[in-house]
């Protein structure tokens, strides 16, 4: 065992998940108190890694990697939230036999639940009943899941996540890989991991060279990333370690009220993601899951953000498209904010300057 692997994997032992442990690293406020004793009562999982909780503004209770990591009173709150979230938003309901471990909204892709643990249990977490709460209790059959890809030969594509999958070992992770590309109708493999930016220390040499190759099956992997100060130089290298594993890296960030929604941090973010290599992908509106409701905000939110602070701001490589995921799939949120008007001869545009030009309207 190389002493990378072995940090890794003791970073997931020595998890900061007590009121003790954050005492470390914090002057923890009473808020946050009330919020760990209410979350412990009622047995719902918290914490991050030390590498992650070193970020926090030990002094700033609205610190926000803080926001993310400690558990809040206002997590009680559910006057938006969907009860029994998940079931609707993943089709668990219908009359489709599916293994627990497998997810679907789309007709030629699925998401693929290899487990319900994570390196860092996100305050905000979509999946907060299985893998937060754990209400929900899913059966994680890796081998039924499997078979039930194997069985359906529309599925091209397949989104490995939970949880997050890089949290299994290299041997489950190298065997899950080498099945999936063995299944003749299986084009491409997704990898879902908070792992580059809140346990950068995964990316081995040992997993490196499980993902490494030019395969008929390609790896995709997307990572989540909320606020430019979660972005170190041990996340860049992570991320160029990926990459010359011909891995591309993409980011799904979440917008989420007091955190990113302004457009300063808003900019910074998606401009650092580029500095180290990260393509933002998504930005999604905050879905809604129960518990949540304090992290929302308006729904055109997003859409001004990019406006405001990408559109003509800075490069378009760090402009998301702005989705919010539903039961139907992702459905785009973004507006015609540079479209002012048309005519029968012209469109009329308008940038980021507010400077109008004019475009030909072509007939059909």
Same mark, same amino acid.
């Given at each position: 065992?190389?002493?990378?692997?072995?940090?890794?994997?003791?970073?997931?032992?020595?998890?900061?998940?007590?009121?003790?442990?954050?005492?470390?690293?914090?002057?923890?406020?009473?808020?946050?108190?009330?919020?760990?004793?209410?979350?412990?009562?009622e047995?719902?999982?918290?914490?991050t890694?030390?590498?992650?909780?070193?970020?926090?503004?030990?002094?700033?209770?609205?610190?926000?990697?803080?926001?993310?990591?400690?558990?809040?009173?206002?997590?009680?709150?559910?006057?938006?939230?969907?009860?029994?979230?998940?079931?609707?938003?993943?089709?668990?309901?219908?009359?489709?036999?599916?293994?627990?471990?497998?997810?679907?909204?789309?007709?030629?892709?699925?998401?693929?639940?290899?487990?319900?643990?994570?390196?860092?249990?996100?305050?905000?977490?979509?999946?907060?009943?299985?893998?937060?709460?754990?209400?929900?209790?899913?059966?994680?059959?890796?081998?039924?899941?499997?078979?039930?890809?194997?069985?359906?030969?529309?599925?091209?594509?397949?989104?490995?996540?939970?949880?997050?999958?890089?949290?299994?070992?290299?041997?489950?992770i190298?065997?899950?890989?080498a099945?999936?590309?063995?299944?003749?109708?299986?084009?491409?493999?997704?990898?879902?991991?908070?792992?580059?930016?809140?346990?950068?220390?995964?990316?081995?040499?040992?997993?490196?060279?499980?993902?490494?190759?030019?395969?008929?099956?390609?790896?995709?992997?997307?990572? *989540?990333?909320?606020? +430019?100060? %979660?972005?170190?130089? &041990?996340?860049? =290298?992570?991320v160029?370690?990926?990459? #010359?594993? !011909?891995?591309?890296?993409?980011?799904?960030?979440?917008?989420?009220?007091?955190?990113?929604?302004?457009?300063?941090?808003?900019?910074?973010?998606?401009?650092?993601?580029?500095?180290?290599?990260?393509?933002?992908?998504?930005?999604?509106?905050?879905?809604?899951?129960?518990?949540?409701? *304090?992290?929302?905000? +308006?729904? %055109?939110?997003?859409? &001004?953000?990019? =406006?405001?602070?990408?559109?003509?701001? #800075?490069? !378009?490589?760090?402009?998301?498209?702005?989705?919010?995921?539903?039961?139907?799939?992702?459905?785009?949120?973004m507006?015609?904010?540079?479209?002012?008007?048309?005519?029968?001869?012209?469109?009329?545009?308008?940038?980021?300057?507010?400077?109008?030009?004019?475009?030909p309207?072509?007939?059909?």
């Amino acid at each position: 065992m190389t002493h990378q692997m072995e940090e890794w994997m003791r970073q997931l032992e020595s998890s900061v998940n007590t009121l003790e442990k954050l005492q470390n690293y914090v002057t923890v406020s009473p808020g946050e108190v009330r919020g760990i004793k209410v979350a412990e009562e009622e047995g719902v999982r918290w914490g991050t890694t030390p590498y992650f909780a070193s970020l926090m503004d030990p002094k700033d209770p609205d610190c926000p990697i803080r926001r993310q990591i400690v558990p809040s009173v206002l997590e009680q709150e559910n006057r938006y939230g969907v009860e029994n979230y998940l079931e609707w938003k993943e089709n668990r309901l219908t009359d489709e036999h599916r293994p627990d471990c497998i997810a679907r909204q789309y007709h030629d892709r699925i998401a693929f639940l290899v487990t319900d643990v994570c390196a860092m249990y996100c305050r905000h977490c979509f999946r907060k009943e299985l893998v937060v709460v754990r209400g929900l209790r899913f059966r994680f059959d890796i081998e039924e899941g499997l078979q039930w890809i194997r069985d359906h030969e529309e599925i091209r594509d397949v989104l490995v996540t939970g949880g997050d999958p890089f949290v299994l070992s290299d041997d489950k992770i190298e065997y899950l890989i080498a099945q999936l590309r063995e299944i003749p109708h299986v084009q491409m493999i997704r990898f879902g991991t908070r792992t580059p930016i809140v346990l950068p220390q995964r990316i081995t040499p040992a997993l490196k060279k499980i993902l490494s190759g030019n395969h008929r099956v390609p790896i995709w992997l997307n990572t *989540h990333c909320n606020h +430019p100060k %979660e972005i170190t130089e &041990e996340t860049a =290298r992570a991320v160029y370690d990926l990459l #010359t594993c !011909g891995i591309n890296v993409g980011n799904q960030a979440v917008l989420l009220k007091g955190i990113n929604d302004d457009p300063e941090t808003f900019k910074a973010l998606h401009q650092k993601l580029i500095s180290v290599r990260i393509r933002p992908y998504y930005l999604f509106y905050c879905e809604p899951a129960p518990g949540i409701d *304090h992290f929302r905000t +308006p729904v %055109e939110k997003g859409a &001004e953000l990019i =406006r405001d602070a990408i559109r003509g701001h #800075t490069t !378009g490589l760090a402009q998301p498209m702005y989705v919010v995921a539903t039961r139907i799939g992702k459905i785009m949120l973004m507006p015609y904010y540079s479209y002012v008007e048309k005519s029968d001869n012209e469109y009329t545009l308008r940038n980021y300057k507010g400077e109008i030009t004019t475009l030909p309207n072509i007939p059909e």
